[in-house]
C-alpha cells in the first residue's frame, strides 16, 4: 500500500494548477500524487493530461463541494495517510517527513498539521491554519498566530510541537483508517468547517491532533470563495451551529446554541455598517438552513463529547475586544 497519498481536490482551479503543481510534484515521492476534479469547466482536465500525465485524475460527475468531493474521490485511494493539500498551496524540500514520523511514532495521533505560512507574504503566518487551530467553547475558531484578523508575523514564537483542536484543510495530514472509520467529512457541510467538525469527531474518539513546526508550506488563501463572497458567509454560519449541534453535550447544547445566534446576530452589524447587506441575507439564512438540517444532525450525535474537554473554555471574542487580547500567547 502507498505510504502517503497527496491529493489534491479541484475546481476550475487550472490558473494555481499551472502555478503550484511544481513544487508539489518536485517534493513529492513519484506515484503518490492524485488530483480529485469536482468537474471543472476550465479545461482543468486537459491542462493535466497534456502536461501532468504521471498524475493520477480521479474525475466526479458533479461540483459536491470540498467535503463530499474528497470524500468521493478519496474513496477511491489506497494508502496508508493522506495529505489533503489546497490546490494554492505551496510545499518545501522534506515537508512530508516529519509528518509520517509523527502518526509512525505516536499511534494516539491522528492528524497532523504543519505551519503553513502566508505565500504572499512569507514572513506571517496564513489565516488559515497557521499554527494549528482551537475551538473557544461557543464554537470561534481561532489559531496559534491568527485571532480574527489578527495575524501574527513568524518570529519563531510556535516552535513546539504541540496538540491542537484542529488542522486546517489547506493542508490536513491524517490516517486514512480513522478518516474511513469516522466516514470522513460531513459532505452535507459542502465547505467551510468540515475539517474542524472532523477534528472534534476524531477527539471524541480518543485520538489526537497535533501540530508540528517542522514542516512548513505556503498558502494563497481564498482561491475557490473570496471571504467577502455572501455563500462563504452562509456556510461558515450554518456549518459551525451544525458542528455544535453534533458535537455538544446535551446540558450545554441549548445555552450554547442560544448564546451564538444572538451573537450571529450582533455580529450582522458590521455587515450592516459595511453596507454588505447580501452578507446580512446570508446569516438569515443560514440560520434558517441549520434549522431543516437539525432531524439529520440529531442522527449524527453518537454519544462520545470527549472533544468537548479540549476547547478553549472561555469566550475568544470577550479575550479579543474586551479585553484586548490579540496573540494567542496573550490567551
Sequence with gaps: MLKTAVVILNYNGKAFLEQFLPSVCSNCPSGSVFIIDNHSTDNSINFLECNYPQIEIIRLPANF?????????????????????????????????????????????????????????KSKFEYAGAAGGFLDVLGYPFCRG??????ETDQKQYEQTNPIFWATGA??????????????????????????????????KGFE?????????????????HKSNPFKTYLNFRNNLAMLFK?????????ILFTRMILDGISSLKFLKAGEY?????????????????????QKRNGSFLG??????????WDYFVKGKKTFNQL
Excluded at 180 to 200: K, P, Q, V
Aim: glycine share 6%.
Design 146 to 151: 491568527r485571532i480574527f484578523d489578527e495575524v
Design 308 to 317: 468537548f474537554k479540549k476547547l478553549h473554555k472561555t469566550s475568544i471574542v
Design 209 to 225: 491532533i497535533l501540530y508540528t513546526p517542522e514542516s512548513t508550506v505556503y498558502h494563497v488563501g481564498g482561491g475557490t470563495l
Design 65 to 121: 463541494g470540498f467535503a463530499g468531493g474528497y470524500n468521493q474521490g478519496l474513496a477511491q485511494i489506497e494508502a496508508e495517510n493522506f495529505a489533503l493539500i489546497n490546490s494554492d498551496v505551496e510545499l518545501t524540500t522534506n515537508w512530508l517527513i516529519p509528518l509520517e514520523q509523527i502518526l509512525d511514532s505516536n499511534p494516539n495521533v491522528a492528524a497532523v498539521q504543519p505551519k503553513i505560512l502566508d505565500f504572499n507574504n
Design 171 to 204: 493542508c490536513f495530514f491524517v490516517r486514512s483508517k480513522v478518516f474511513n472509520d469516522l466516514r470522513g467529512f460531513d459532505a452535507r457541510f459542502f465547505a467551510h468547517m468540515e475539517e474542524i467538525d472532523l477534528c472534534w469527531r476524531i477527539q471524541n
Design 278 to 298: 447580501a452578507n446580512i441575507w446570508a446569516i438569515i439564512k443560514a440560520h434558517f438552513g441549520f434549522y431543516k438540517m437539525i432531524p439529520y444532525l440529531i
Design 247 to 255: 458535537n455538544l453535550p446535551f446540558v450545554w447544547l441549548v445555552p
